[in-house]
């Protein structure tokens, strides 16, 4: 189980959206959907599913969150008729936010929000190919742009087997302020991210749309994490924060997958009723509702 796994939050969609993206990649594939009952949305469905082999997890959570640029899914790829192809399908229903065309960093670039509110960046790069097809990319903007290098800093200091790997700055006269990063990579348990700072007249900033899941262990990792990310108490529902930057994070017990994945509903009803009650996740609590 990989250590940090991207969540979207859809009002009605997620099932649509899940079965369209893993038409878009090979080793693709919708696992699990799990159908939670009696929450403030009503019935919710919960699937997991991959994407070119890397986890994704969505919800039909209701009305209340959309998912927006701040963060993307950067995709590498190595061959025209494939980057094609992809851009194509998300064009269907889509918003080009920047042009498919030539740009100095990459032979065929283009970035683009497809009809579910998802944003993509498509690059065609055919002698690099990442050991993660699918990166996520945040963006900082508004009242957090510029602090995207501080923002790693800070995030590699709290993971394991994790660092900023490059963070490139913008020069004077180069589009956006000096010194703000123009790219940055970094990893995070082991796993691929990256970042930028925007400075434009952006209407968007990070949200509960779109989340990072973090999958813990033991109780004692669920509270060293929740310590040192949680910076807005009104945030905190139902394993929910969000840190000084608006980044949403989900700090989830690894056994819950197994939980809500079992098949058995009156077992999944009973763990569902026991965490709409926590801010943080308690694993002893969720045990035993699920035991019965």
Not at 22 to 38: G, P, Q, R, W
Not at 220 to 244: F, N, R, T
Request: hydrophobic share 40%; glycine share 6%.
């Amino acid at each position: 189980m990989k250590k940090i796994i991207p969540h979207l939050w859809f009002d009605t969609q997620a099932k649509e959206a899940a079965n369209f993206y893993t038409t878009l990649f090979d080793n693709s594939k919708v696992k699990n959907v799990t159908t939670i009952t009696n929450t403030p949305s009503g019935d919710s469905d919960i699937v997991t599913f991959d994407l070119a082999g890397e986890p994704f997890m969505a919800i039909s959570g209701g009305p209340y969150f959309t998912i927006n640029p701040s963060i993307s899914m950067f995709v590498v790829f190595q061959a025209q008729e494939k980057i094609d192809k992809v851009w194509n399908m998300l064009s269907e229903g889509g918003k080009v936010l920047m042009e498919y065309q030539e740009y100095p960093w990459a032979k065929k670039y283009g970035w683009i929000q497809d009809r579910y509110g998802l944003t993509w960046q498509l690059s065609l790069s055919e002698d690099r190919a990442p050991d993660q097809k699918i990166t996520p990319l945040l963006m900082f903007t508004q009242k957090v742009a510029g602090k995207a290098k501080e923002a790693m800093d800070m995030y590699a200091s709290i993971f394991p087997d994790s660092s900023v790997q490059m963070a490139i700055p913008y020069e004077a006269n180069e589009g956006d302020v000096e010194g703000y990063i123009k790219h940055a990579r970094f990893t995070l348990v082991g796993q691929n991210f990256m970042a930028m700072d925007s400075s434009g007249p952006h209407e968007f900033t990070f949200s509960e749309g779109l989340s990072l899941v973090v999958n813990c262990d033991t109780q004692e990792e669920i509270d060293m994490y929740w310590e040192k990310l949680s910076a807005v108490p009104e945030a905190e529902q139902c394993g929910w924060l969000k840190d000084k930057y608006g980044v949403s994070w989900q700090i989830v017990p690894s056994i819950m997958q197994d939980m809500m994945t079992c098949g058995d509903q009156e077992k999944v009803d009973r763990v569902t009723q026991a965490f709409l009650k926590m801010k943080k996740f308690d694993i002893k609590t969720l045990q035993e509702a699920f035991d019965g």
